[in-house]
């Protein structure tokens, strides 16, 4: 089984690829997303220029890219934001990163360049819950403010922490976008979970429970992630993410093919390395346990 941490960021300074993966490959990991630093944002300082982040994009991952995937962190209030995002696909960023703190994620700007995102064939992959940023910001991040996005076609993103601590919030609004992507996958969006922590451990059984046990076929889209730094990989925390995550999905019922797709398949497909070879169960609002946890072990171990 190939690891992949889905969710780690980078600073400007001490980018050494090398010691990088020399740590991944102490503790069986094989690759990450590598997310560049930050934008400029109109509430924060610490933003870089996009020629520094495309910069460090390229410093990370060139001759690495099976394991080192390109992520452009980007703010859709940013100048030239789109311009800025069509360069960078063009170069070969995987994906693209977005924070809301100072806009809601349905407002003009932001839609506008997540519909160029699935124009380019993209994924975005999206902070939510609360925001530690020292700023009024995490009202920008509840899921339900992301319904909206249900109108972009063929627009894959991930939501980053699970929403903590708006975990059941956040699951409902996966069961309407799972309903919206199976109906007319052509007319809609597909949502994946991004179960970095976040979510703190006394909660990550109950998430884990909900995730397995709401009656929504959530296996193919979750995604495993650390929010550690590139610069400083923290060996320890991932490696007991990792134990806990797997000892909470067997405790659920999660056979052998459901963890290794939550542990790097599920993300490979997100970013389109992997082809859709699976057809979704679509929620029954009237039968809560159409989809289960059983179900699923016996379908994606035929995969």
């Not at 969710?7 to 997310?35: K, Q, V």
């Not at 070969?92 to 700007?109: M, Q």
């Not at 052509?186 to 976040?198: H, I, K, Q, W, Y």
Request: hydrophobic residues 40%.
């Amino acid at each position: 089984m190939k690891i992949f941490d889905a969710h780690l960021h980078t600073e400007t300074e001490n980018i050494c690829p090398e010691e990088l993966l020399r740590r991944f490959d102490s503790i069986g990991i094989y690759g990450a997303t590598i997310m560049s630093p930050p934008p400029e944002s109109p509430v924060t300082s610490i933003g870089v220029s996009y020629d520094t982040r495309m910069r460090c994009l390229a410093q990370w991952t060139e001759g690495r890219r099976d394991r080192l995937f390109p992520v452009l962190y980007i703010h859709p209030l940013e100048k030239d934001a789109v311009a800025k995002a069509k360069d960078a696909a063009q170069w070969g960023v995987d994906a693209f990163k977005i924070i809301y703190d100072c806009l809601y994620p349905y407002e003009e700007a932001s839609m506008k360049l997540l519909s160029v995102f699935a124009e380019l064939g993209k994924p975005v992959m999206f902070h939510s819950g609360i925001l530690w940023n020292g700023v009024d910001s995490s009202k920008y991040n509840r899921p339900l403010g992301f319904e909206k996005l249900v109108e972009i076609p063929k627009l894959r993103f991930s939501m980053g922490h699970c929403s903590w601590p708006w975990t059941d919030e956040c699951i409902a609004l996966y069961g309407k976008f799972l309903n919206a992507y199976v109906t007319n996958p052509n007319a809609s969006a597909e949502m994946f979970f991004d179960l970095t922590p976040g979510t703190p451990v006394i909660y990550r059984k109950d998430l884990i429970m909900k995730l397995f046990g709401s009656g929504y076929d959530t296996p193919h889209n979750i995604m495993y992630g650390t929010d550690c730094t590139a610069n400083n990989y923290n060996t320890r925390w991932a490696e007991s993410w990792i134990r806990r995550d797997r000892a909470l999905m067997e405790e659920a019922g999660a056979g052998e093919a459901v963890i290794e797709h939550y542990f790097g398949l599920n993300y490979l497909r997100f970013l389109g390395r992997l082809p859709k070879n699976f057809t979704h169960v679509i929620p029954v609002s009237d039968a809560a346990d159409a989809w289960t946890i059983e179900y699923a072990n016996r379908m994606m171990q035929e995969e």
